[in-house]
């Protein structure tokens, strides 16, 4: 009896970088941060560094141009050493601003989250205080707080901590009111915890992301809101002195000694710069959309990065869409995830092709990248082809793409809701997506989506025009959707799980339609499900996706009744079949592997039954079985089944 050890694999980490790898990506925030950092340490250190005494005045040394003797920037109107000053001064500077940023974000989040929260009276009563506040511009009102309380830089600070309480109770309230009525806050209140709890435990977590980043876009706004009043003299007194009241005593003397109020005023100019740019470094990493290796925007195409040399077979004739190789990639910090890995796809004319797979197999990537539609960063088109009626679409230019898209390739989305913007009528959307590609006018446009929503089937069609998303049923949102992607009788339909939200009822009636409208229109589709009985209904032939790539293609009718693949064996065990209820319903075994470590040889190895040892092994191809059949298998089901035929 023999044992095997096996050697623990190091604990992979998540490839995704942390914040201050973020950080640094960013170039602006990073450049923001050690100017900050600079200065921050030359106001901490100052009791340690060899600098002259700044209240010390020395008349006969008065005025000095910078680069004299013992005074680098040099002297004031009282021979005061001006270096010594801004140093002393970023103390104050700094010291004043951070801490009216703290009292007005406590107080401001404070009153956000229980007007946000409690709503009602309790919101009203806070929000028309809050108003009343805002009615004043923000540097008369700080003017009159300092002129009830008196000059002084404790005082300056109230003032601009109260002035800025308001911009913070605003944004929490917004950010409280849409948080306040989520279904976890409920089952928390179902809970039995008491609203403190809530407010506490629930609400702001969600909140303390928008609170960090409110602060630390409106530090700089508090330096120089204090700076204002120290320029005016309501600030720092003397002898004790901050950048704004020294760049008010340097305008006595600008046109004699500019220098004495110039170096302050690069001060300021460098502190609330370098402030403003590490918050909108800040702001960046905590939004998680940005959190993908690289903080820019995503482009309006995906990138196209093909290796040099790559060739790929000559197009098909006839053929609508034709995808050979195409590879589609996400950098997450360190990690390449291989969403897909090499697709062929083939689509003739008004032909329906059902691309069928697990959440995560990579269908709605390949879907996007027909048009240019995933995100970069972090997504990139690594290699492949993609040709519509023969034209290369990854050599095309972004004008060309753009004049494609909604004209001759229009996609309809799972969730309609999403899709449709929430502000503009139904109308006024289909009319939009018809002049993006027709020379119509507007009552042109506006007749034509009317013959539109018509042809989907929407009753009283001139009132559904003026309609509102919110207004309508799934149903209804999911007829428009069709009904502007054939607003520019579009070539390809690209319908990426559109009636899996619908009712049964609906959902048959939305595939009907479809069906009769692709014959009527002589487009095609690309049909992304998991449902069998979806692809049973409309396909004509079936593509199977798994782990970023395609493991069996074929007729609907020879897939579903003899599945080659083991994979598409399982996934057709685990749809319920009508009327056989002792029918048994397989799960498939384990879960599908991360697309940044596949497995050597065949993916679906680690969970198939008829595993053999040379399926973890080498490249797998996707062989022909004959007539018009291929799998990705070294030992497909057909064989099975044709010897046993033979057999009987």
């Not at 806050?185 to 403190?196: E, P």
């Amino acid at each position: 009896m023999s044992a095997t050890i096996e050697t623990a694999k190091p604990a992979r980490g998540s490839g995704r970088p942390d914040a201050i790898r973020l950080m640094l990506n960013n170039r602006l925030a990073t450049a923001g941060l050690v100017i900050l950092a600079f200065m921050a340490a030359l106001a901490l250190l100052a009791p340690l560094l060899p600098l002259a005494d700044p209240d010390a005045t020395a008349p006969a040394q008065r005025l000095l141009r910078p680069f004299a003797e013992g005074h680098l920037l040099g002297t004031d109107a009282l021979g005061r050493d001006i270096l010594s000053r801004i140093v002393w001064g970023l103390r104050v500077s700094l010291a004043v601003g951070i801490s009216a940023t703290l009292i007005a974000a406590f107080f401001g989040s404070l009153i956000g989250l229980v007007a946000g929260y409690a709503g009602g009276r309790t919101d009203t009563l806070l929000m028309r205080g809050i108003d009343m506040l805002m009615a004043f511009p923000y540097i008369l009102l700080a003017l009159a707080i300092v002129a009830v309380l008196g000059p002084g830089l404790i005082n300056a600070l109230y003032a601009i901590a109260a002035v800025n309480i308001p911009f913070f109770a605003r944004n929490i309230r917004g950010v409280t009111l849409g948080l306040a009525r989520r279904e976890f806050v409920d089952a928390a209140r179902l809970s039995g915890k008491s609203h403190t709890r809530i407010l506490t435990s629930e609400i702001l977590p969600n909140v303390m992301p928008v609170i960090v980043v409110t602060m630390s876009t409106t530090v700089g706004w508090m330096i120089l809101e204090t700076a204002g009043l120290s320029f005016l003299g309501l600030g720092a007194q003397p002898p004790q002195a901050d950048l704004g009241s020294m760049l008010g005593d340097g305008r006595r003397v600008l046109f004699n000694a500019p220098h004495v109020a110039l170096m302050p005023g690069i001060a300021i100019f460098l502190l609330v710069m370098s402030i403003n740019l590490l918050g909108d470094g800040i702001r960046d990493v905590l939004d998680p959309r940005l959190k993908s290796g690289a903080l820019t925007r995503p482009v309006a195409r995906t990138a196209i990065e093909l290796p040099a040399g790559e060739n790929h077979a000559d197009p098909v004739p006839g053929a609508v869409l034709d995808v050979a190789g195409l590879k589609t990639q996400f950098q997450i910090g360190s990690k390449t995830l291989h969403a897909v890995g090499g697709v062929d796809l083939l689509l003739g004319e008004t032909e329906c092709l059902g691309l069928v797979g697990e959440s995560g197999s990579g269908k709605s990537v390949t879907a996007m990248s027909i048009m240019g539609l995933v995100p970069t960063p972090p997504g990139r088109i690594a290699g492949g082809a993609i040709r519509l009626k023969g034209e290369d679409l990854l050599a095309a230019s972004d004008a060309r793409i753009r004049q494609l898209r909604g004209g001759a390739v229009s996609h309809v989305f799972q969730d309609p809701l999403s899709t449709l913007h929430p502000l503009f009528t139904v109308g006024d959307q289909i009319i939009e997506a018809i002049r993006a590609h027709q020379p119509l006018g507007h009552a042109e446009a506006r007749e034509r989506a009317k013959e539109l929503l018509a042809l989907v089937r929407i009753p009283n069609p001139e009132q559904r025009l003026d309609a509102w998303p919110h207004e309508l049923s799934g149903g209804m949102r999911q007829r428009v959707c069709i009904a502007m992607a054939l607003a520019n009788d579009a070539e390809l339909l690209i319908a990426d799980e559109p009636t899996t939200a619908l009712d049964v009822t609906v959902q048959a009636q939305i595939l009907a339609l479809m069906n009769k409208l692709r014959h009527d229109k002589q487009a095609s589709i690309l049909f992304i499900t998991h449902d069998f009985g979806v692809v049973s209904a409309l396909c004509d032939r079936v593509a199977v996706m798994y782990a970023g790539r395609i493991v069996e293609t074929g007729t609907t009718e020879q897939v579903l009744e003899s599945p080659a693949h083991p994979y598409t064996r399982k996934l057709i065990d685990c749809v319920p079949v009508l009327g056989a209820p002792e029918r048994r319903l397989d799960a498939i075994e384990g879960l599908p592997p991360s697309v940044d470590d596949l497995p050597e040889g065949c993916a679906f190895a680690p969970r198939c039954p008829r595993v053999q040892p040379e399926c973890r092994r080498g490249e797998i191809a996707l062989d022909p079985l004959g007539g018009g059949r291929a799998a990705r298998c070294l030992f497909p089901l057909v064989e099975d089944d044709e010897r046993a035929a033979t057999d009987a």
